[in-house]
């Protein structure tokens, strides 16, 4: 990639410019990405790589959206709002999902690649999927339905 700020970094300096202006949702979304970094960070016992990051983000994403799950069927909106909210956030720090016809071209080109002809091959080829999306927020659900879906129609 062309020269880019660590993400760690770029969380640290956003952190600064959220407190200047006292916006109290992202200060605290940021500063909860930071210890959630740090946290993995002493896991690790070394620095992240923004891979690793990511995932941290991803998991931070993946967690807010079962709360909104959770709280919009508890008819707590407000709380619901406000996790969307963190989520819109986040989601400003992880790269873009791939759209509809870059995950079917991914999933087509790696049936092509496994010779996957059956839904038994259906890890290699979700595994060969993703190293085609690469750089990209995979929701890897929405992945594997996909997945099992095409190779079902194969088998």
């Known amino acids: 990639m062309h020269n880019h700020m660590a993400l760690i970094e770029r969380i640290q300096k ?29 896991e690790k016992v070394r620095a992240l790589d923004d891979a690793e990051s990511m995932q941290v983000l991803q998991t931070l994403v993946k967690q807010r959206r079962e709360s909104v799950e959770q709280f919009t069927k508890g008819g707590r909106q407000d709380l619901a709002d406000k996790e969307t909210k963190e989520i819109a956030i986040l989601e400003t720090y992880l790269p873009a999902a791939p759209s509809d016809d870059d995950l079917n071209a991914a999933i087509e080109g790696a049936i092509a690649e496994t010779g996957a002809n059956s839904p038994k091959s259906m890890g290699a080829v979700i595994k060969a999927a993703r190293t085609r999306l690469e750089g990209k927020t995979v929701d890897g659900k929405v992945l594997s339905d996909r997945v099992k879906e095409r190779l079902s129609k194969l088998g």
Do not use: F, P, W
Not at 17 to 37: C, G, I, P
């Open 14 to 42: 956003d952190l600064t410019v959220a407190m200047m202006a006292k916006d109290e949702l992202r200060l605290s979304v940021l500063r909860m990405v930071k210890s959630a970094l740090k946290y993995k960070e002493i």
